[in-house]
């Protein structure tokens, strides 16, 4: 054999051997783009949808009842709780909201690891507990609702409401923010029909068996959300990390930064209006019978908000609805609620800030997946949510000083600090939208 002959033999052997590693590089890439097409969602189908339905039972029966709050605390400030302060019976509402905040991430990872075959029903089997807990409460015994109502509640709903927002990425991606505002609707939804039931029934079957029916509700509610929510990706291994449950990283991306801090702001002011409007009303307009129905109409007209954002979103830019929802919900506070008790005034601003705050509750959370990467989704959303919740369990109580003694000067002293603090907001979200893209009039 010549040498010539044997360097094209090793040549012919260097080539193959190439050729086959290229061939086998190939491969690895085709099985990860086939896995990854395997869980890419699909934007639609029985088990898209199905999720949806179940995840917006879940929604009623878990944040319906925060919505709902407001009809707690006037009965509670009217009747069942005399003996305290507005300030204190406020608390009941913002430590339930902190509460369901403050574990958003922990529920994120865990629902991730176990699934919603088994943590659906447990979270159920926790809200429903809580509610007859609740039923048997005793007047004048504000512990028993701040265990039942604000901490027991919370610690079960939790760990269903939050993680069905996450699932919304398994199964959505163009429709993600639709999807969103249908869960969120949900909760508007409980805040029309729960407020209903307790100004209706109470008079004619007490307080107790009230929220007894409520719990047999939520139960049907939470039976369906267990049949029909499924998952699409596949579970992962609890995680160890701190950064899995909430992502430190993500404040160094100054559009994060500023949308939380915009976040954090407009917390202390959104829920003022859902807490108070019907106690602002019954200041001014004692004995109206329209009284126990504002926020059954900011409710209602909220389920609108929630969802219609869903469907421009394409067109107009999630941060775009973010800010500019938020500034007119501002304006609205100052130049409706804070201008006159007028039953007709206070119609047309219960309405009309149900409608605009509705943005708030469905779109922020499809704000903070547009920005992140998808495995980091989960955590940014847990970490958005804890980090608001100093501002829930703040802001209503402070808001709440303001009407130690229940006159209009003082309700016209809460309404101007709320509107201030969802103004600061409005502007803190305004330039995390600059940051996203500075171009005023694109679609950002």
Known sequence: MTRNSSGTIATDIEDHVQATKIEEIELEKDVKDSSRDLYAPPDGGWDAWGTVFGTTLVSFGTFGFVNAFGAFSDYYNEQYLTNYSATLISMIGAVQVFILYLFAGTAGALFDSIGPRYLVPTSGVIVVFSLFMLSITKPEHIYQQFLSQSVLFSLGATFSFFPSMGLMA??????????MGCLASGSSVGGIVIPIMISRLIPRIGFGWTIRILAFITLACFAVGTVTIKQRRP??????????FFDITAFKDPCYLFLVLGCWFTVFAVFNPFFYVGLSAEIANSGSNVNGYYLSILCATSIFGRVSPGLIAGKVGRFNILYISSLISSILILALWYTSFAQANLIAFAALYGIFSGPFFSVTPSCVTEISPIERVGARIGGTFAFMASATLAGTPIS?????????????????????????????????????????????
């Open 235 to 244: 579970s992962k291994p609890f995680p160890k990390s701190v950064s899995a």
């Open 400 to 444: 709440g000083l303001f009407i130690k003694e229940q006159t209009k000067d003082n309700f016209d002293k809460l309404i101007l600090f709320s509107g201030i603090m969802s103004l600061v907001g409005t502007a803190l979200l305004l330039v995390s939208r600059l940051v996203r893209n500075r171009n005023l009039f694109a679609v950002a």
């Open 170 to 179: 398994h199964w959505f991606k163009s429709k993600i923010p639709y999807a």
